[in-house]
């Protein structure tokens, strides 16, 4: 028997009621909306060479219908759904929106992530008003997004 850990992992589906998969615009990743308005791209990263990271980008729609960052519900719900509540938030996308979790596959592994002692924080919100949560961001210099 095979053991488990030398498996590819695979992008992690959400659990719970309210999911539908949509067409990833994203190649090797996994696109999902949730009937409260939290869409998720799911992925398994390599970013630089590090091994394999489990990758949730989250994103909410406002009540105008933009796309907006996520808020502090929003989360909550990211985390539990994909299981991804040991997960560590970086965020480094040019766009300033994609709030990202980032879960190494081998638990080894899993400590922050060396831009968080090398690289200046850029800290603002995201949600809305009653929802509010922080929104930490650092110019990238990984190619992570
Ligand atoms: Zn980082």
């Known amino acids: 028997m095979t053991p488990a850990s030398t498996a590819p992992a695979e992008p992690r589906r959400p659990r719970g009621d309210g999911w539908t998969e949509i067409v990833s615009p994203l190649q090797g990743a996994t696109m999902w909306t949730h009937i409260t308005g939290v869409k998720a791209s799911s992925s398994v990263d390599d970013v630089n060479g590090d091994g394999p990271t489990w990758h949730v980008g989250v994103t909410q729609r406002s009540a105008s219908g933009a796309t907006v960052r996520a808020g502090r519900t929003a989360m909550r719900l990211a985390r539990w759904a994909f299981d991804m509540k040991e997960a560590e938030e970086d965020n480094h996308g040019p766009v300033r929106v994609l709030r990202s979790l980032w879960l190494p596959v081998d638990p080894a592994r899993r400590k922050?992530?060396?831009?968080?002692?090398?690289?200046?924080?850029?800290?603002?919100?995201?949600?809305?008003?009653?929802?509010?949560?922080?929104?930490?961001?650092?110019?990238?210099?990984?190619?992570?997004?």
Not at 115 to 144: H, M, Q
């Open 112 to 145: 922050p992530c060396a831009c968080k002692a090398e690289t200046p924080e850029e800290v603002s919100e995201a949600g809305a008003p009653g929802d509010r949560d922080a929104y930490v961001w650092r110019v990238d210099r990984r190619g992570a997004s």
